[in-house]
C-alpha cells in the first residue's frame, strides 16, 4: 500500500530488501529457509490488512526468526 508521506506525521520506513537482508543476519540457522515465504506473507499481509497490521506482524516475525530457543541444560 503507498501513501503519501505527511511530514507532520511520524512514520517507521524500511525497504524489504533491507528487512530481508537484516533477517538473513539475524535469523537463527534452522530458520533461514524460511525467510523468503515468512517475507512474502508480511508483505501479502501490508498490501490486504494494511501497514498497522503488518509492522505487529513483522515485530513477532523478527522474535520467532531470532528465536534460537532454550536448551533446558541452560537453567
Same mark, same amino acid.
Request: no cysteine.
Given at each position: 500500500m503507498n501513501t503519501p508521506y505527511l511530514p507532520n506525521e511520524q512514520y517507521f520506513l524500511v525497504r524489504w530488501? *533491507? #528487512? +530481508? =537482508? %537484516?533477517?538473513?543476519? #539475524? %535469523? &537463527?540457522p *534452522?530458520? !533461514? &529457509? !524460511?525467510? +523468503? *515465504? =515468512? #517475507? !512474502? =506473507?508480511l508483505q501479502t499481509l501490508d498490501k490486504n490488512a494494511g501497514s498497522e497490521k503488518a509492522i505487529f506482524t513483522m515485530v513477532a516475525a523478527t522474535a520467532w526468526l531470532t528465536d534460537v530457543g532454550v536448551d533446558s541444560s541452560d537453567g
Open positions: 530488501s *533491507d #528487512l +530481508e =537482508t %537484516a533477517w538473513r543476519m #539475524l %535469523a &537463527a *534452522d530458520k !533461514q &529457509a !524460511q525467510i +523468503e *515465504d =515468512t #517475507l !512474502q =506473507t
